[in-house]
């Protein structure tokens, strides 16, 4: 066979492969899948204790999601500056105060910085705060003509306005359906957030964003063990909770770690990893999220490693068609949260992220909760649509579309009121 013929062989056979992917949506349709149990070592021994969990279980689990999923962070980084950017007393018509401040990071002759944007209660002493990332810039969650416009990469959208890959103006306020700051404020709770694009660019180029700081020597790309984009994504929500620490007016022992979708499952991860967030909320985070991949709903695990390559490391292919082989699953995720409040939410019109797998990933993960005395998910059956269930472990199923609606924002913030602040 000559090269051309070879060629075209290759593109036949992929093109078809990605042709005949077809999502599955239906019940009936679920292939036989067995869970690990989060209380069962690899070596198979049971977990029976508190004890045995934190100096076994969990830093097992926690390697293998590491090593094999999201990727490992070759090296620290700390914030080598903090620099206020802007900071006024009456943002909000009076309501909150508002800071912008940039962190940034040097490591090998590179630098990076990030903008978190903070809106305040007036309250005195410290305050709990959401902590979130936002798909299109900070200057998009309000209309308030004082946040300023990053200028790192976003992926063009001209309804937006983002032309040549750069944010303009016109999106000015675009988000805020899906920030109801006032109401946050009101609630007594700060909110904290930073565009993702500034932490590491979500494409599939690891020559920009936080990685290249830390490449040794030619290194061009994180090895198959080292982080993706949302490890990369997680790193930066911790050193967000690196600069909170070190500010006066927020309580960083109240830190409510959320994201939508592929920064729910950012949100989650970050959770994870980092022990020092009291709370976290994933909204219809799906696959990679809190989604089970057993299952095989919606979007799989070889779809999303095909769509988007840079997410999680290398090693993740390995399970591409192949999620028999995983001895993990998402519950465990969210085991790995425990005995720290969790939130799960779905829409029901969101099948890609199979709402059913985020439900039963709760669920799954409530024993690891019930060692701790606390309370999880015990029903076995979905909750009826918009009838939240608020344990220490919660979740909700809404009508709608993928999305982060006024609706989940009202749960969270009665949950986040009675288990946080
Ligand atoms: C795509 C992707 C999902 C992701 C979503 C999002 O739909 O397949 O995994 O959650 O984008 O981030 O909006």
């Known amino acids: 066979m000559n090269k051309l013929i070879l060629f075209f062989f290759f593109f036949t056979l992929m093109s078809g492969a990605s042709a005949q992917f077809q999502a599955i949506e239906n019940e009936d349709d679920v292939p036989e899948y067995k869970l690990p149990d989060p209380l069962k070592a690899f070596n198979g021994k049971n977990i029976r204790n508190t004890k045995k969990w934190e100096s076994k279980r969990r830093p097992e689990l926690l390697k293998f999601f590491t090593q094999n999923m999201y990727g490992e962070i070759p090296g620290t980084l700390e914030i080598s500056s903090v620099e206020l950017l802007e900071k006024s007393a009456s943002a909000l018509n009076g309501a909150a105060e508002r800071k912008q401040v940039d962190l940034y990071f040097k490591n090998s002759g590179k630098t990076l910085h ?18 979130g990332y936002n798909f299109l810039g900070n200057h998009t969650i309000t209309d308030d003509v004082n946040i300023v416009i990053s200028s790192a990469w976003a992926p063009d959208n001209p309804s937006y306005g983002i032309i040549n890959n750069q944010l303009t103006e016109q999106s000015r306020g675009v988000g805020s359906d899906r920030w109801p700051v006032e109401k946050i ?161 779905s829409a029901e019109e969101d099948l890609w992220a199979d709402p059913k797998g985020e439900f039963l990933s709760a669920m799954y993960a409530s024993p690891v909760y019930k060692l701790y005395g606390k309370e999880g998910i015990d029903l076995t059956e979905m909750p009826a649509l918009n009838q939240p269930i608020q344990n220490t472990v919660a979740y909700h199923i809404r009508t709608g579309k993928h999305n982060i609606t006024d609706f989940d924002w009202d749960q969270y913030l009665k949950w986040a009121t009675k288990y946080v602040k």
């Open 185 to 345: 404020i009101d609630a007594g709770f700060g909110l904290a957030t930073i565009y993702y694009g500034e932490v590491d660019p979500d494409i599939d180029d690891f020559s920009n964003g936080i990685h290249p700081l830390l490449y040794v020597d030619d290194q061009q790309q994180p090895a198959d063990n080292e982080w993706g984009a949302i490890t990369a994504w997680a790193w930066g929500l911790s050193r967000t909770m690196d600069y909170f620490e070190t500010d006066d007016s927020i309580d960083e022992s109240k830190v409510i770690v959320l994201g939508h979708s592929r920064l729910g499952k950012t949100a989650l991860w970050a959770g994870a990893r980092d022990q020092r967030f009291a709370a976290v909320i994933s909204n219809n985070s799906g696959c990679g999220g809190a989604a089970l991949s057993k299952r095989r709903f919606g979007e799989t695990i070889w779809r999303i490693n095909r769509s988007f390559p840079h997410w999680f490391c290398k090693n993740f292919k390995y399970y591409s068609k192949n999620e028999e082989k995983l001895p993990v699953d998402q519950h465990e995720l969210i085991a790995l949260i425990a005995p720290r409040p969790v939130y799960i939410a």
């Open 114 to 131: 990030f903008t978190v944007l903070m809106y305040l209660p007036k309250t005195a002493g410290k305050k709990p705060i959401f902590l």
